[in-house]
């Protein structure tokens, strides 16, 4: 079965600082990663994937994600924070190989951003 | 586009009283179609999906619903709310052996 754990429930950063939300993932295939976005009382807005491409992914708002199969990892990063990135991230894994399209959610990251 | 739609935004019932949320996809055909279920600090629970009319799969035991009538509608529901009913309740989509999941705004519930 695949899983996703998120390392850090809560993660702050100053304003123009570095964000790295962490995620490991659990899968006995190759897994299909995402990381979504919510802001507060609103849905999920998918930020960037993984589909077995490029292990760099390029995502929405500067946010990038790479893949490492050793590491089992997904982490994702922005190389500058801006007051609008705080939000609550979620890192998903889909469920290959039925290919029913269920996502697998981690418990979520809320990032806050400090002026 | 596609466009999912998804309404009440917010509702607040009593104990006991049935619930209908409702969530309509356009611009897309045979989307599999996905309720999830997020409590407050937590991550998001699958509780139902489906991948055509009338095929229901129920990930956890509760005491909830879903129907989906059209190829594009799908319904949660409840004959009697419970306290723990409550929640964040998200509809969302994706292509048929697809990838990603496209979600609607979701629906605050809050049962009193």
């Known amino acids: 079965a695949q899983s996703v754990t998120q390392l850090g429930s809560h993660v702050s950063v100053s304003e123009g600082a570095l964000v790295l939300l962490r995620c490991n993932y659990s899968?006995?295939?190759?897994?299909?990663l995402f990381w979504y976005v919510q802001y507060p009382n609103q849905g999920l807005q998918l930020l960037l994937k993984?589909?077995?491409?490029?292990?760099l992914v390029k995502g929405i708002n500067g946010f990038e994600a790479e893949f490492k199969k050793s590491e089992t990892s997904f982490h994702l990063t922005k190389p500058s924070a801006h007051m609008s990135d705080a939000a609550e991230y979620f890192c998903?894994?889909?469920?290959?190989?039925?290919?029913?399209?269920?996502?697998?959610f981690g418990q979520g990251t809320t990032l806050q951003v400090k002026p | 586009s596609q466009t999912i739609h998804q309404w009440p935004a917010t509702l607040v019932q009593p104990v006991g009283s049935p619930l209908s949320l409702e969530c309509t996809v356009e611009?897309?055909?045979?989307?599999?179609l996905y309720w999830y279920r997020q409590a407050a600090g937590r991550g998001l629970q699958l509780l139902f999906y489906s991948v055509g009319i009338g095929q229901i799969s129920s990930e956890v035991p509760q005491n909830l619903s879903a129907s989906r009538p059209q190829d594009r509608q799908f319904i949660l529901s409840s004959k009697k709310l419970l306290l723990s009913d409550s929640g964040f309740y998200l509809c969302a989509w994706s292509v048929s052996r697809g990838t990603e999941a496209f979600f609607g705004q979701g629906t605050r519930l809050t049962v009193v």
């Open positions: 611009g897309t055909s045979n989307p599999n």
């Open positions: 899968s006995s295939v190759p897994p299909y």
């Open positions: 998903a894994v889909s469920d290959q190989p039925s290919n029913t399209g269920k996502l697998i």
């Open positions: 993984y589909t077995s491409a490029a292990t």
